[in-house]
């Protein structure tokens, strides 16, 4: 069983960042795939970005490349997302989830361990 617990979310103006963590329980936390999703209002919970186990390989939606970055501390059981030009329609919930995996990151019903949710609300 692997906990998540999301932090760093709140109320930013279009253009400014926020750095969003995750910090996971247990002590096997380089043998999971971690990822970022987003679900706002209506929507679809959607891809966000993903690092493999060992951090050397990233992945992003096309929506958020260039602007956030994923990053991992596996000494510390963290995971980050640094979320830099945000826009109004970052607005959502971001998840972070956990696969023993790292060759499914994209696909959102391959994680095993979601969080409980972090609100980003970026105004115009």
């Known amino acids: 069983q692997v906990q998540l617990v999301e932090s760093g979310g709140g109320l930013v103006q279009a253009g400014g960042s926020l750095r969003l963590s995750c910090g996971a329980s247990?002590?096997?936390?380089?043998?999971?795939?971690m990822g970022w999703f987003r679900q706002a209002p209506g929507k679809e919970r959607e891809f966000v970005a993903a690092?493999?186990?060992?951090?050397?390989?990233?992945y992003y939606a096309d929506s958020v490349k260039g602007r956030f970055t994923i990053s991992r501390d596996n000494a510390k059981n963290t995971v980050y997302l640094q979320m830099n030009s945000l826009k109004p329609e970052d607005t959502a919930v971001y998840y972070c989830a956990s696969q023993l995996s790292d060759t499914h990151l994209y696909t959102r019903s391959r994680y095993d361990y979601w969080g409980q949710g972090t609100q980003v609300t970026v105004s115009s």
């Open positions: 247990g002590r096997t936390f380089s043998s999971y795939g």
């Open positions: 690092i493999s186990r060992s951090g050397g390989y990233t």
